[in-house]
C-alpha cells in the first residue's frame, strides 16, 4: 500500500480523479467517524459512522477472471455488496456466487488431504454479502442489459472482449461506475466506441477504472516514475515481452454449436478475443504507451505466425508476433510475443535510454547505468489495488476515468495485430479508423453457426 | 535399476542387486530389532531414468535412525527437465490438460510462465503448488513404478542436516553458507541451477536456500499441514536454516487474477519447490520396526505411496 501523504508517483496522463488508496478511504473514514452520520452519495439514505452505505456490484462476465474483479470489489471495503450476476451459461453464475461466498468466509489452513476427505466437509452456506436470488441471476446474450436495470451501482465487466464496446457504451448509458477488464475491444470500430464511452463517462462524473492491473502495482509504478524523472535520460527504445505458452483449451461436446464451441474457447479465436497479442500480451505494449505518457506511436510494422497451434480449439489466431512501433523523435518500440510450449519463458520490460536503462519483470524492478536504482519497497496486491482505488473515487464523489488511455493501449495492440496479419506497416490513424469490424453487433449475438475467419496471410489479407 | 516395489522387496531377500544385499542377513535377526546399518550396508544411490526421455533424478540414501527407517532423498531440488514431462504430457501422452492417460490430472496450463525467466533446463522447479508437487511424485511412482512422495519435515531436516547439530548443514558458521547455498547473499534475486554449491555430509545440495521445499508437517492433532522447509534464494542468513519453515500464504497468489485461484501454480511464490523421497524397501524386520514410528513419521509405508491414485498396472504388478 502506497503512502498516503505523497502523491501517487505516476497519476496515468488521462486520469481524471482519484489515486485514493485502500489507506487514504481507510483514513477518510476515521476522519467521519467524529460525525455521527453521514449522507450515502447513493440516494440520501442516513447510515450510521461505522455502517458503510452499500455499494451494489452486478458482474457481467461470471468466469474466473470476472469472479476474481468481483472478490477484489467485496474486499475494496466492507460495504460492496453483490446484487446480481450475468453470463450466457447459467452454471457458470452459480459457481461464481459459491466462490465468491466461499471466499468471503474465513480460510481455512492448508493441508495434505486425500480428495475423499475433502468432499466429506460440509459446504459453507452462502455469506450475507453474496446473496443473489434468482431473480437477479440473468442468462442470455442480452443478460448485461437486465443486470444494468436490476438497481446495481457499479457494473464489472469481464466477457471475452469482442463484446465489450457494446457492454460499456450500455452501462456508461445506465450511469453506472464500470470497472472495465482488459483488453477493451478487438478491432478500431470497438475502440473508437470505447473513446465515446470514456468521454461520456466523463461527463456523467462516472469512475470507469481498466483492468490493466500493472498500472496498479505498486512496483511498477515507482519504476515508471524513475523513468519519467529522468533517471535514464531522454528514452530511445523501448523492448518488452511476452513469451509464454499456450492457454486453455475445450474439446468440442456433442450438441455445442459454433458459437458456444467459440465461446468456450474464445481466447483463439480473434472476433472475440482479438488475438493472443491483443488479449494477453496488451499488457505488454500498456507498459509501452505507459512510458510514452500519451505519446502515440505513428506506426507499426511487424512478423507473426502461427506454427504451433494445432486442432480445431486452437481457433484461428496466431502463436507468435514481433513488432516495431514508431514513435515521433525516433523512439522505437520492439515487442516480442509467443504462446507456444516448452520455449524460453520471459515477460519482462526493458526502457533504454541516454543515460541509463531500466529492467522490469514480475520480480525484478531496477535500473543501470549512470544513476542506478533498484526498487526496494514492498509490492501489492494490483488486482485488489484497482478496485481499492476504483471504489473510494466512489465514495469520495472523485471519479477516476482510465477511458482514453485504456482504449489506446487497446488500439496498439489490434494495431500491431493488423501489421502482423496483413504484412503492412499499419499508421495509428488507420488503425483508429479502420472498418474492420471483427465482432459482429448484438443484433447477431445469438446460438447458431458462425463462421470464422480464415487465418490470415501477410501480403495477401487486405486490411479495411 | 529397480523396477516395481513388489520385485524390489523380493530381490532384496536373496540376491546383492544394487548393493543391497547387505539388507538380506536382517532376515535372521531378532523381528523387532531397530536397524541402523552402517553406512556401508545402505542401499546404493541410484539415477531413477524417467521412461522413454534421457531425463534422470539422482536418488542419494539417507541412512535409518533412531527406529525410523530410511530412504532415499533425491540429491538436488526436482528441476523443469523432469516437471515438464509431467506438466505438458511430453511422456508420450497428448498434449492436453485433464488427460485420462495414466488415470492423473495433470496441472492446468499455467498463466503465467511458472519459471518466472529465471531459467529452465537445469534450474529447480518454482511456482508450484503442494498439490502440483504431490501430484508430480503419485506421476513419477507410475512412470516408474517406484514410490515416491514428499517429505515430512522430519525426515527433510534429518537428511538435510546429515547428522549436523548445527543451524545449517555444516555447523553453526555463517561464513560458510556462501559455499553451500543460494540465499539473499549471493543469489541476486533468483533461482540458480542444481548442485552448484557443496552437498552436505550425504550428498544433497541446495537444502538451504534456492527453492524452497514442499514438506507435510505432521502435527499432535494428527493434521498434515503443508510447509515449504529450506528456505529460498529471497531468504537471509537465519531463514536458510534446517529449521527454516514457511506456511502457505495468501499472497503466494495474491496476482493469480481468476477465482478460483489455480490449484496448481502459485503466481507469487517464485520459490516454491520440491524434493522428492522414496522409502527403502519394507523388509519383515523393518515393517515391525515401523509399529513404534517415530513421533513425526508420517504413517505412510512405500507401498501406500507407490499406489495411491495409481492406475491398475503397478498394483498388479505387486500383488
Request: with cysteine.
Amino acid at each position: 500500500m502506497s503512502n498516503p501523504d505523497e502523491k501517487q508517483p505516476n497519476e496515468p496522463l488521462f486520469r481524471d480523479g482519484g489515486g485514493f488508496t485502500r489507506r487514504q478511504f481507510v483514513q477518510t473514514s476515521a476522519a467521519m467517524a467524529a460525525v455521527p452520520l453521514i449522507i450515502s452519495p447513493f440516494g440520501g439514505q442516513v447510515f450510521g459512522a461505522d455502517e458503510l452505505p452499500p455499494i451494489k456490484i452486478g458482474l457481467v462476465g461470471c468466469g474466473g477472471r470476472g469472479t476474481g474483479a468481483a472478490m477484489q470489489a467485496l474486499h475494496a471495503d466492507d460495504g460492496v455488496v453483490l446484487h446480481a450476476l450475468a453470463d450466457v451459461f447459467a452454471p457458470k453464475i452459480e459457481r461464481s456466487q459459491k466462490n465468491l461466498s466461499d471466499g468471503l468466509w474465513p480460510k481455512e489452513e492448508e493441508t495434505d488431504e486425500d480428495e475423499d476427505e475433502k468432499k466429506e466437509k460440509p459446504e459453507k452456506p452462502i455469506h450475507p454479502r453474496c446473496q443473489v436470488p434468482d431473480s437477479r441471476k440473468f442468462v442470455g446474450f442480452d443478460a448485461y442489459q437486465k443486470l444494468l436495470a436490476s438497481g446495481v451501482d457499479v457494473v464489472l465487466l469481464a466477457t471475452p472482449p469482442g463484446f465489450r464496446p457494446w457492454h460499456l457504451a450500455a452501462a456508461i448509458n445506465a450511469g453506472k461506475h464500470v470497472f472495465c477488464e482488459k483488453p477493451m475491444a478487438t478491432d478500431g470500430p470497438g475502440v473508437r466506441s470505447v473513446l465515446e464511452s470514456a468521454k461520456l463517462a466523463r461527463e456523467k462524473k462516472l469512475s470507469l477504472v481498466s483492468g490493466f492491473c500493472w498500472r496498479y502495482h505498486t512496483a511498477k509504478r515507482a519504476t515508471i516514475a524513475e523513468i519519467e524523472n529522468g533517471r535514464i535520460g531522454d528514452l530511445r527504445a523501448i523492448y518488452t515481452t511476452y513469451n509464454t505458452g499456450p492457454l486453455h483449451r475445450n474439446d468440442r461436446k456433442e450438441g455445442w454449436s459454433d458459437c458456444e464451441f467459440q465461446l468456450r474457447n474464445w481466447q483463439h479465436f480473434d472476433h472475440l478475443s482479438g488475438d493472443h497479442l491483443v488479449e494477453q500480451a496488451v499488457h505488454s505494449l500498456d507498459k509501452m504507451m505507459w512510458v510514452m505518457n500519451g505519446v502515440l506511436p505513428e506506426k507499426v510494422t511487424g512478423v507473426g505466425g502461427r506454427i504451433a497451434r494445432e486442432g480445431e480449439s486452437s481457433g484461428n489466431i496466431y502463436d507468435h508476433f514481433g513488432l516495431t512501433y514508431e514513435f515521433p523523435n525516433g523512439v522505437r518500440g520492439f515487442h516480442m510475443s509467443r504462446q507456444i510450449p516448452n520455449c524460453a519463458n520471459d515477460n519482462s520490460d526493458l526502457f533504454i535510454g541516454a543515460r541509463g536503462t531500466a529492467y522490469m519483470d514480475w520480480d525484478h524492478h531496477k535500473i543501470t547505468g549512470e544513476s542506478e536504482w533498484t526498487f526496494d519497497g514492498k509490492s501489492n496486491d494490483m488486482y485488489q489495488q484497482e478496485h481499492d482505488e476504483l471504489f473510494a473515487s466512489i465514495r469520495a464523489g472523485k471519479p477516476m476515468n482510465d477511458g482514453d488511455w485504456m482504449a489506446y493501449s487497446t488500439l496498439a495492440a489490434i494495431m500491431g495485430r493488423m501489421a502482423a496479419y496483413t504484412g503492412r506497416t499499419v499508421t495509428w490513424q488507420e488503425a483508429l479508423e479502420s472498418e474492420e469490424a471483427l465482432m459482429p453487433g448484438p443484433d447477431q449475438w445469438q446460438w447458431g453457426s458462425l463462421a470464422t475467419n480464415p487465418v490470415p496471410v501477410p501480403g495477401k489479407a487486405k486490411m479495411s | 535399476m529397480p523396477t516395481s516395489l513388489g520385485r524390489w522387496s523380493v530381490l532384496l531377500c536373496g540376491s546383492s542387486l544394487l548393493g543391497a544385499a547387505s539388507f538380506a542377513p536382517l532376515a535372521g535377526q531378532e523381528p523387532a530389532a531397530v536397524v541402523t546399518p552402517s553406512a556401508a550396508a545402505l542401499p546404493a544411490a541410484y539415477l531413477e531414468t524417467l521412461p522413454g526421455t534421457r531425463v534422470s533424478i539422482r536418488m542419494v540414501p539417507i541412512p535409518p535412525a533412531d527406529g525410523k527407517p530410511g530412504f532415499w532423498l533425491s540429491e538436488c531440488e526436482i528441476t523443469w527437465d523432469a516437471y515438464d514431462l509431467f506438466i505438458f504430457g511430453i511422456d508420450g501422452a497428448r498434449d492436453r490438460e485433464g488427460d485420462a492417460v495414466d488415470a492423473y490430472t495433470r496441472p492446468s496450463k499455467p498463466y503465467i510462465p511458472p519459471d518466472r525467466g529465471f531459467g529452465h533446463e537445469g534450474y529447480p522447479v518454482i511456482s508450484s503448488s503442494f498439490k502440483n508437487a504431490k501430484q508430480f511424485c503419485r506421476w513419477l511412482s507410475a512412470k516408474t513404478r517406484n514410490g515416491y512422495r514428499l517429505p515430512t519435515v522430519a525426515e527433510w531436516r534429518y537428511a538435510a542436516g546429515a547428522g549436523s547439530t548445527g543451524k545449517w548443514c555444516f555447523g553453526d558458521d555463517p561464513a560458510q553458507l556462501g559455499d553451500y547455498a543460494w540465499f539473499d547473499g549471493n543469489a541476486d534475486w533468483t533461482t540458480h541451477p542444481v548442485r552448484k554449491k557443496k552437498p552436505n555430509a550425504w550428498g544433497v545440495y541446495d537444502a538451504h536456500g534456492n527453492a524452497g521445499e514442499w514438506c507435510v508437517e505432521v502435527g499432535k492433532d494428527g493434521k498434515r499441514r503443508v510447509v515449504l522447509c529450506g528456505g529460498t534464494f529471497e531468504g537471509q542468513t537465519d531463514e536458510v536454516t534446517l529449521s527454516a519453515l514457511e506456511r502457505p500464504e495468501e499472497r503466494w497468489q495474491m496476482s493469480d487474477p481468476q477465482i478460483p485461484k489455480s490449484k496448481w501454480w502459485l503466481s507469487d511464490a517464485p520459490f516454491a519447490g520440491l524434493r522428492i523421497l522414496r522409502p527403502f524397501p519394507v523388509t519383515e524386520v523393518e515393517t515391525d520396526a515401523k509399529k513404534k514410528p517415530g513421533p513425526d513419521s508420517s504413517g505412510k509405508t512405500s507401498e501406500q505411496s507407490a499406489t495411491v491414485g495409481s492406475g491398475s498396472s503397478p498394483q498388479k504388478e505387486e500383488r
